[in-house]
């Protein structure tokens, strides 16, 4: 997902955010060279703080 934020009606939240963690409990990590990885480990600690950041955003 790209994005720090979805906006949904009241009705539907609870559904989509229990489909959304589904989804991503689904999700495989690895290097990028297998087959099944969805998404890379991070190179360095800069790339690691911009995701904290990003994470921090979304919680506020």
């Given at each position: 997902m790209a994005g720090t934020r979805l906006i949904v009606q009241r009705g539907i939240a609870d559904a989509l955010t229990e489909r959304l963690a589904r989804l991503y409990r689904e999700v495989t990590t690895g290097v990028t060279w297998h087959e099944g990885s969805r998404y890379a480990?991070?190179?360095d600690e800069r790339?690691?703080?911009k995701v904290c950041s990003v994470i921090e955003a979304a919680k506020a």
């Open positions: 480990p991070l190179i790339q690691g703080n």
